[in-house]
């Protein structure tokens, strides 16, 4: 069975964000790859990568960087498949030179941008499974159950003061 979901990343540094995303997921059911693909130090790789995507039956692509974050938006200019990027928290500048990297791309080449780290990631997995929902009764079904699992959670523990 063909992945439907690509998650690459700039680094192996960044795994520990995005597992969050390769989590979701795997709770949600979506068949996936994953994959460290660098803008900068693997660039060919890179372009191999996101033009053979669609080919290979991915339907979205959920990348993560940080810092100097440009390899969403590069995989976004060699795919016309949804991009989902994940700005990497940065030691130096706490994500928000990933976040405005990836967020600012201009007009003509979208990229979906998330919050930057955990929060962030988690929402990439979740949206990526939207995505697949479109044509996956299974997924769907699996989607619905997990809204309606933390609909609940909350609903039955009103009381801030208890866990
Ligand atoms: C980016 O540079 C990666 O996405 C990572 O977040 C950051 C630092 O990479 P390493 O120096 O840890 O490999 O390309």
Redesign the pocket.
């Known amino acids: 069975m063909q992945p439907q979901v690509g998650v690459i ?6 795994w520990p964000t995005m597992e969050h995303a390769v989590q979701m997921l795997e709770q949600l059911g979506v068949r996936h790859e994953v994959k460290v693909v ?4 693997t660039p060919d790789l890179l372009f191999d990568y996101a033009k053979t995507a669609k080919m290979r039956g991915l339907q979205a692509i959920i990348a ?6 440009h ?1 969403p938006g590069m995989a976004a200019s060699q795919t016309a498949l949804p991009v989902l990027g994940v700005p ?1 928290e ?1 030691k130096a500048l706490k994500g928000m030179d ?1 976040l405005l990297s990836i967020v600012q791309m201009p007009g003509g080449v979208p990229v979906a941008t998330l919050a930057i780290g955990k929060a962030g990631a988690t929402n990439a997995g979740i949206l990526a499974a939207q995505i697949v929902a479109l044509q996956d009764e299974e997924v769907a079904k699996k989607l619905d159950a997990f809204r309606a699992e933390q609909t609940r959670k909350v609903l039955d523990n009103p009381d801030p003061r208890e866990d």
Request: aromatic share 0%; glycine share 20%.
């Open positions: 990343m700039g680094s192996k540094s960044d660098s803008a900068h130090r993560g960087a940080g810092g100097a974050a390899l990497v940065s990933s």
